[in-house]
């Protein structure tokens, strides 16, 4: 009988502990096995640390109500999306260190640095997939920190990947399709069912998809099977699947990666084309400094972690700092 009972016990603290570490973005299965082994001390330990980890938040959030007043009063326009002193570190490794800046609604912004420095990792902290070490990133005034990555792209927030994400045996109207997922609403039952509001939202999708791919010039690839498209394509459908989730925000990482000369200047045209005609907010990771440079509205330097540089393109270029760290000097 104590047996059970001591089993029982493990189980509830294990929950526990499986719970709070969710909650918090920790590892949930190690604390859930500690729970039931050691369950009070455990418990114990993570609510300590939970507790801390608010006082963070509460610090980092003060000091983010605190410049978004200053904006208020000063009659500047507040951010859409605001990254504060936002550290990654893998190990003893820092990717990146205490990185700050603001990107503002219907604004392209170009993040630019050397490889290794931060870019990637600091795209994968907007998506989620990466949790910051330190810091803190507020779209319209939330964090978004406490979101869950499947539950990203609801809130606005729409990628591209430097690597081609796709499923490479669907069809490329099917890859389309996926990314209206986070803007339907459905059940198991409804679906199996086929119930006429199933019928009627997937007609409505199958309609937004066909736009797309008439926007992008994708309609004589519709059902062509994306692993067999030029890798220029490929980049173009990955694009539709992210406007196919409606974000405020879209990130693109290394877009003109594999391109030629004239893809390149056929991409920045419809980067822009997207800002104004679908009033969307472009964060633009890229290698290819003549795109960026061209599109951008502002600009931010990253370098072995740490922001370098931030401005217009013709400051971010004139910086010294840049030239000698990213664009090269005359003593190199």
Same mark, same amino acid.
């Not at 929950?15 to 096995?33: D, Q």
């Not at 990666?257 to 822009?272: A, K, M, Q, S």
């Given at each position: 009988?104590?047996?059970?009972?001591?089993?029982?016990?493990?189980?509830?603290?294990?929950?526990?502990?499986?719970?709070?570490?969710?909650?918090?973005?920790?590892?949930?299965?190690?604390?859930?096995?500690?729970?039931? +082994?050691?369950?009070?001390?455990?418990?114990?330990?993570?609510?300590?640390?939970?507790?801390?980890?608010?006082?963070?938040?509460?610090?980092?959030?003060?000091?983010?109500?605190?410049?978004?007043?200053?904006?208020?009063?000063?009659?500047?326009?507040?951010?859409?999306?605001?990254?504060?002193?936002?550290?990654?570190? +893998?190990?003893?490794?820092?990717?990146?260190?205490?990185?700050?800046?603001?990107?503002?609604?219907?604004?392209?912004? =170009?993040?630019?640095?050397?490889?290794?420095?931060?870019?990637?990792?600091?795209?994968?902290?907007?998506?989620?997939?990466?949790?910051?070490?330190?810091?803190?990133?507020?779209?319209?005034?939330?964090?978004?920190?406490?979101?869950?990555?499947?539950?990203?792209?609801?809130?606005?927030? =729409?990628?591209? +990947?430097?690597?081609?994400?796709?499923?490479?045996?669907?069809?490329?109207?099917?890859?389309?399709?996926?990314?209206?997922?986070?803007?339907?609403?459905?059940?198991?039952?409804?679906?199996?069912?086929?119930?006429?509001?199933?019928?009627?939202?997937?007609?409505?999708?199958?309609?937004?998809?066909?736009?797309?791919?008439?926007?992008?010039?994708?309609?004589?690839?519709?059902?062509?099977?994306?692993?067999?498209?030029?890798?220029?394509?490929?980049?173009?459908?990955?694009?539709?699947?992210?406007?196919?989730?409606?974000?405020?925000?879209?990130?693109?990482?290394?877009?003109?990666?594999?391109?030629?000369?004239?893809?390149?200047?056929?991409?920045?045209?419809?980067?822009?084309?997207?800002?104004?005609?679908?009033?969307?907010?472009?964060?633009?990771?890229?290698?290819?400094?003549?795109?960026?440079?061209?599109?951008?509205?502002?600009?931010?330097?990253?370098?072995?972690?740490?922001?370098?540089?931030?401005?217009?393109?013709?400051?971010?270029?004139?910086?010294?700092?840049?030239?000698?760290?990213?664009?090269?000097?005359?003593?190199?």
């Amino acid at each position: 009988m104590g047996l059970v009972f001591g089993i029982l016990l493990g189980i509830l603290f294990a929950s526990i502990c499986w719970s709070m570490a969710k909650k918090k973005n920790r590892n949930a299965g190690l604390w859930a096995v500690l729970g039931f +082994f050691f369950s009070i001390p455990s418990t114990i330990v993570l609510a300590c640390l939970s507790a801390l980890d608010s006082d963070e938040d509460v610090l980092e959030r003060e000091r983010f109500e605190a410049s978004q007043a200053e904006l208020l009063a000063s009659d500047k326009e507040l951010p859409l999306l605001a990254v504060r002193n936002v550290s990654v570190v +893998f190990g003893g490794i820092v990717a990146l260190n205490r990185v700050s800046f603001d990107m503002h609604e219907g604004k392209i912004l =170009g993040l630019i640095g050397p490889n290794g420095a931060g870019k990637t990792t600091l795209f994968n902290c907007l998506s989620r997939l990466y949790q910051p070490s330190s810091g803190d990133i507020f779209m319209e005034g939330k964090s978004i920190l406490k979101r869950q990555p499947h539950r990203i792209a609801e809130i606005g927030i =729409g990628r591209t +990947f430097q690597n081609v994400a796709l499923f490479p045996n669907l069809s490329v109207m099917d890859n389309v399709r996926v990314g209206t997922h986070a803007r339907t609403h459905s059940d198991i039952v409804s679906d199996s069912l086929k119930l006429p509001a199933v019928r009627r939202s997937e007609a409505e999708i199958n309609k937004k998809v066909h736009e797309i791919l008439s926007y992008l010039n994708l309609e004589d690839v519709a059902h062509t099977v994306v692993s067999g498209l030029p890798f220029g394509t490929q980049k173009r459908v990955e694009l539709a699947r992210a406007l196919a989730a409606e974000p405020k925000i879209l990130l693109l990482d290394e877009p003109a990666g594999g391109l030629n000369h004239e893809e390149v200047h056929v991409l920045g045209d419809l980067i822009r084309r997207i800002r104004d005609d679908l009033k969307m907010t472009v964060l633009l990771v890229e290698h290819h400094m003549g795109l960026v440079m061209s599109i951008a509205d502002h600009v931010v330097a990253l370098n072995f972690g740490r922001k370098l540089a931030e401005g217009t393109p013709a400051q971010v270029q004139a910086d010294p700092d840049v030239i000698k760290a990213y664009l090269g000097s005359k003593d190199q």
